[in-house]
C-alpha cells in the first residue's frame, strides 16, 4: 500500500542501520565451519558434535548454535536427520548460486589445479580493475595496503591481522571491477586459499619475506593505478609464485 501523505510516516531509529564490527556469535559459528570445509579438516558424511558440545567449544549460548546450524541446513551444507544427529551434507544442493559455489569447498583439490584456478582469477580481475577502477576503488586500495604497511613495520607484528589486511587488499581490487558477479565468485574462491594464505603470514613468512609481499601489493596497486596490464601482469605472477613456494 501506497503511503500519500508523508507528514504522517513514522521515523526509524538510525541505530537500525549501524552495522557491528565484531562479528556475531552465529557468525562466528558458521565462519567456523566454513573454515573446517576448506581445511579438510570436515568431510561430507561428517557426524558434528551436538548443540550443547558445539556451544561450550564456541563458549557461547545453545541458541546462538541452534541458528547457525538452521542457516547451515538451510543453505543445504548440513543435513539434520532427526534422532540421529546433524552431518555434513554430501551434496550441497544445486537450487542456489551460493550454495552451488559452497560445494567447492568439499571438493579434493589437487594443488595443480588451485594454482590454475588462482592465476586465471587473479589475472582477470586485476585486467578488469584496470579498466574500470575509480578514485574511490583506488582509494579503498590504498587503505588497505597502508593497513598492511603499518602493520608489517610494527614493533610487535600481529600476523593474524596482517592476514586479514592481505585479504582485504584482494577484495578491494574484486569490487574494482565493478562486476557483482565475478566479485561474489572471487571472494568466494579466494576463501579456498585463505587456509595457505593464513599458514604463510602465521608460519613460515620471515622479515624479508614480509617485506617482500608488501613490495608486490605496491606493485600491484602501482599498475592499477597507472593502468599498465604488463607490469600488473608480471606482479600477479610474482605474487603466485611466492604463494606456490610458500605452499610447499
Known amino acids: 500500500m501506497e503511503i500519500?501523505?508523508?507528514?504522517?510516516?513514522?521515523?526509524?531509529?538510525?541505530?537500525?542501520?549501524?552495522?557491528?564490527?565484531?562479528?556475531?556469535?552465529?557468525?562466528?559459528?558458521?565462519?567456523?565451519?566454513?573454515?573446517?570445509?576448506?581445511?579438510r579438516e570436515l568431510r561430507p558424511?561428517?557426524?558434528?558434535?551436538?548443540?550443547?558440545e558445539l556451544a561450550e567449544s564456541f563458549h557461547t549460548s545453545r541458541g546462538s548454535v541452534r541458528e547457525a546450524i538452521k542457516m547451515l541446513?538451510?543453505?543445504?551444507i548440513l543435513k539434520v536427520k532427526w534422532g540421529d544427529g546433524t552431518f555434513v551434507s554430501g551434496s550441497m544442493g544445486a537450487s542456489v548460486y551460493d550454495q552451488k559455489l559452497f560445494s567447492l569447498l568439499t571438493d579434493d583439490h589437487d594443488k595443480l589445479k588451485l594454482v590454475e584456478l588462482r592465476s586465471i582469477m587473479e589475472m582477470g580481475v586485476v585486467d578488469l580493475a584496470i579498466t574500470h577502477a575509480s578514485e574511490e576503488d583506488i582509494a579503498a586500495m590504498e587503505e588497505s595496503h597502508q593497513t598492511m604497511?603499518?602493520?608489517?613495520?610494527?614493533?610487535?607484528?600481529?600476523?593474524?591481522?596482517?592476514?586479514?589486511?592481505d585479504l582485504a587488499f584482494h577484495q578491494a581490487i574484486a569490487r574494482a571491477t565493478h562486476n557483482p558477479m565475478l566479485e561474489k565468485i572471487y571472494v568466494f574462491?579466494?576463501?579456498?586459499?585463505?587456509?595457505?594464505?593464513?599458514?604463510?603470514?602465521?608460519?613460515?613468512?620471515?622479515d624479508e619475506e614480509f617485506?617482500?609481499?608488501?613490495?608486490?601489493?605496491q606493485s600491484i596497486l602501482d599498475s592499477i593505478t597507472a593502468k599498465d596490464r604488463e607490469k600488473a601482469h608480471q606482479a600477479v605472477l610474482d605474487s603466485l609464485h611466492t604463494w606456490v613456494a610458500l605452499m610447499s
Do not use: C, W
Open 4 to 39: 500519500n501523505d508523508t507528514r504522517s510516516a513514522p521515523k526509524v531509529s538510525a541505530r537500525l542501520f549501524r552495522s557491528s564490527e565484531k562479528p556475531t556469535a552465529v557468525d562466528r559459528v558458521v565462519r567456523k565451519f566454513k573454515e573446517l570445509l576448506i581445511s
Open 45 to 52: 558424511g561428517d557426524r558434528i558434535p551436538n548443540e550443547k
Open 73 to 76: 541446513a538451510s543453505s543445504g
Open 149 to 165: 604497511i603499518e602493520l608489517v613495520e610494527a614493533p610487535e607484528r600481529d600476523r593474524a591481522a596482517i592476514t586479514a589486511a
Open 189 to 206: 574462491t579466494l576463501e579456498l586459499f585463505t587456509p595457505t594464505i593464513e599458514d604463510a603470514h602465521m608460519n613460515k613468512h620471515s
Open 211 to 217: 617485506q617482500y609481499s608488501k613490495k608486490l601489493h
